[in-house]
T-cell receptor, first 111, second 115 residues
Framework: GNSVTQMEGPVTLSEEAFLTINCTYTATGYPSLFWYVQYPGEGLQLLLKATKADDKGSNKGFEATYRKETTSFHLEKGSVQVSDSAVYFCALRGNFNKFYFGSGTKLNVKP | SQTIHQWPATLVQPVGSPLSLECTVEGTSNPNLYWYRQAAGRGLQLLFYSVGIGQISSEVPQNLSASRPQDRQFILSSKKLLLSDSGFYLC??????????????FGQGTRLTVV
């Protein structure tokens, strides 16, 4: 079946620190992969995506590379800001266009 | 451009009362529609999925039901709420198979508290 596993949080970093949030997946075939961000009290917003192996998605300084060999899609940012504090969800689009999400990782960035 | 509307934003309901949450999408036709629930401190659980009017796929047996009376309207219902139904409910849409973007677009969510 389809599933997504991401590192548990919360992750607490100081401003300008390097961020990595790990995400691995299990799926049939080659799913599209996504990172979504959720700010307090809001819905999910797409952060970035990759639709095939070795694709790199990027947006707002965040990056993630679709690694088929390790079934991973780790999220990285070189220098986080306080405004990046949110919950981050890794997701895949599987069979029949159903989306499967990880449990979310809360990021706290301190000034 | 496409937009998704979900209401109400917050709702407090007593145990045993009925529920109706509504979601509508504008600016697209025949979208795939989804209902997700996010329980406190947990991830997103896919509840229902629809590819067209009257076509509903239930992902998890539960106290809830969904209906799609119109192409761009998706309703989440319950006849009798349980305490365990509390959570943050999110509606989402995606371009139907074979067209457009690959991602899902989410509404702002409904915070349901059952007391």
């Amino acid at each position: 079946g389809n599933s997504v596993t991401q590192m548990e949080g919360p992750v607490t970093l100081s401003e300008e620190a390097f961020l990595t949030i790990n995400c691995t997946y299990t799926a049939t075939g080659y799913p599209s992969l996504f990172w979504y961000v959720q700010y307090p009290g809001e819905g999910l917003q797409l952060l970035l995506k990759a639709t095939k192996a070795d694709d790199k998605g990027s947006n707002k300084g965040f990056e993630a590379t679709y690694r088929k060999e390790t079934t991973s899609f780790h999220l990285e940012k070189g220098s986080v800001q306080v405004s990046d504090s949110a919950v981050y969800f890794c997701a895949l689009r599987g069979n029949f266009n159903k989306f499967y999400f990880g449990s979310g990782t809360k990021l706290n960035v301190k000034p | 451009s496409q937009t998704i509307h979900q209401w109400p934003a917050t709702l407090v309901q007593p145990v045993g009362s009925p529920l109706s949450l509504e979601c509508t999408v504008e600016g697209t036709s025949n979208p795939n529609l989804y209902w997700y629930r996010q329980a406190a401190g947990r991830g997103l659980q896919l509840l229902f999925y629809s590819v067209g009017i009257g076509q509903i796929s239930s992902e998890v047996p539960q106290n809830l039901s969904a209906s799609r009376p119109q192409d761009r309207q998706f309703i989440l219902s319950s006849k009798k709420l349980l305490l365990s139904d509390s959570g943050f409910y999110l509606c989402a849409w995606r371009d139907h198979l074979g067209t457009g973007n690959t991602e899902a677009f989410f509404g702002q969510g409904t915070r349901l508290t059952v007391v």
